[in-house]
């Protein structure tokens, strides 16, 4: 396995875990930030192993993993904050420009970067954003997502998570009365059922709202000096974050690039739901050299 240093980096409201892999050999291109959310460093093991030609930056995103936060643990992140702390994290490995590679909501985090600090940011492919503010079906797309949440607060993470994969995976538009669905029975998923009282996952307690609810600042976006890349995975066609991504390269003006496997493409074997990490290595290494 790749060897990697370990480090935190203090930022407001959070102590963050950082991990830097460094190139094989020097080859002059930027360090490459792989960022997920609520996905952390463990995520993006098998990409960084299959780029060995790249000095690559992983993190956990706060309240995820290693990195803690310093406020109430259970509070919810924004974008903003997160987007807040990767401008610190790039400034802390040497100020940029850097190259991105950003998954689901690390996407959503990775185009507010963009969006205010451009300059720290050569090109950012970012992987299928749930970006739910600009689908066609917002509006049911909205009210399942606070339908997932209510059930979260209500009931406890099995129910709600079992809503959560069951929209995740539904292709095409959202049926407008998925919120008033009974949820799922979560042991058809292999979760509990029953509610043991917390409420501060990274998922659902943390990011679910924050993420999929933002709107993103599209004139920014396509003002900004950074090469913007919106990628979908080949097998996720009709799946909300496909769809989300494909409409905000509809927003920006760009045809979307189609990625090896599903949603989460770059993964192995080692969660239990692997996808193609050779190929989506090689796919993302032919954009990044545009």
Known sequence: MREFKTHTLEVPGAVLHYEVREAAEPSGRPVLLLIGSPMGAAGFVA??????ERTIVTYDPRGVGESRKTGEPGEESTPEQHADDLHRLIAEAGGG????????GGAVNALVLVARHPEQVRTLVAHEPPAAQVLP???QALAAIQGISRT???D???PAMAQFITIVGLKGDIPADFADRPAPDPAMFGLPAEDDGSRDDALLGQNLISCTHHEHDFDALRAASTRIVIGVG????????????VAVAGRLGVEPVTFPSNHGGFLDDTFGMPGDPDGFAARLREVLEG
């Not at 990409?47 to 060995?52: K, S």
């Not at 080949?234 to 991504?245: F, I, K, L, Q, T």
């Open 137 to 139: 079906d917002r509006e």
């Open 97 to 104: 420009p850097v190259d991105v590679f950003a998954s689901s």
């Open 234 to 245: 080949a097998e996720s066609a009709g799946e909300m974050a496909h769809r989300g991504g």
């Open 152 to 154: 979260y607060r209500q």
């Open 156 to 158: 406890g993470l099995g």
């Open 47 to 52: 990409l960084a192993e299959r780029l060995p």
